[in-house]
Nanobody, 121 residues
């Protein structure tokens, strides 16, 4: 069973930066490099939304319009880790951030437990 563990969240002032990490383990059959990875977030009272995603080689990335130019997703297929570098943080970025791995078949999505990011004004 694929397991995802996020870290790096915390409290930061508006304009500041944070880097989230997500370490993946528990692969059987396929390795981490076979999984497309994404970051999602969920703010209180709102639905979970896609923040960024990255292809298996890291050659292509996509971002929500709200974070374009401020956030960068990357991955290290040797360390089985995906990152989300967040800069110029805004109060509206406050949310629980979740890491997600999509199986090679595209049929299963695995989720981490989430890490809280709070941006103060």
């Amino acid at each position: 069973q694929v397991q995802l563990v996020e870290s790096g969240g915390g409290l930061v002032q508006a304009g500041g930066s944070l880097r989230l990490s997500c370490v993946a383990s528990g692969f059987t059959g396929f390795t981490f490099s076979s999984y497309a990875m994404s970051w999602y977030r969920q703010a209180p009272g709102k639905e979970r939304e896609l923040v960024a995603r990255i292809t298996i080689t890291g050659g292509r990335t996509n971002y929500a319009d709200s974070v374009k130019g401020r956030f960068t997703i990357s991955r290290d297929n040797v360390q089985n880790t995906v990152y989300l570098q967040m800069t110029s943080l805004k109060t509206e970025d406050t949310a629980v951030y979740y890491c997600s791995a999509r199986s090679p078949s595209g049929l299963v999505n695995y989720w981490g437990q989430g890490t809280q990011v709070t941006v103060s004004s």
